[in-house]
């Protein structure tokens, strides 16, 4: 079974830039285990670790600035779309 990732197709008109980086033997092996598993290049299991990163430091962030603009404004529904909500609900007896 095939695992479901994102790893970009080669496109002529994104330029890839060529590295070396140092990793730790662990993390080596890891990225080749990951790499055969999902049948892509050790250099995508890189980048999709990167790029995974980043969406989660982004993540972060909205929810940092989320959490600051909320302890300072009250967060309040509208009561008339309360009451609407309300109203459509069925009635029950509890």
Do not use: C, H
Not at 20 to 32: G, H
Not at 40 to 68: C, H, P, T, Y
Request: hydrophobic share 40%; glycine share 2%.
């Amino acid at each position: 079974m095939k695992a479901a990732v994102s790893v970009r197709k080669p496109n002529k008109k994104i330029k890839n830039t060529k590295t070396a980086i140092s990793v730790p033997q662990d993390i080596f092996k890891l990225s080749e285990n990951l790499a055969k598993k999902l049948n892509v290049s050790r250099s995508a299991v890189f980048a999709l670790g990167v790029q995974k990163l980043g969406e989660e430091m982004d993540d972060k962030s909205l929810i940092e600035n989320l959490n600051e603009y909320y302890s300072r404004n009250k967060a309040e529904l509208d009561p008339v779309v309360v009451k609407m909500a309300a109203l459509s609900l069925p009635k029950e007896e509890w």
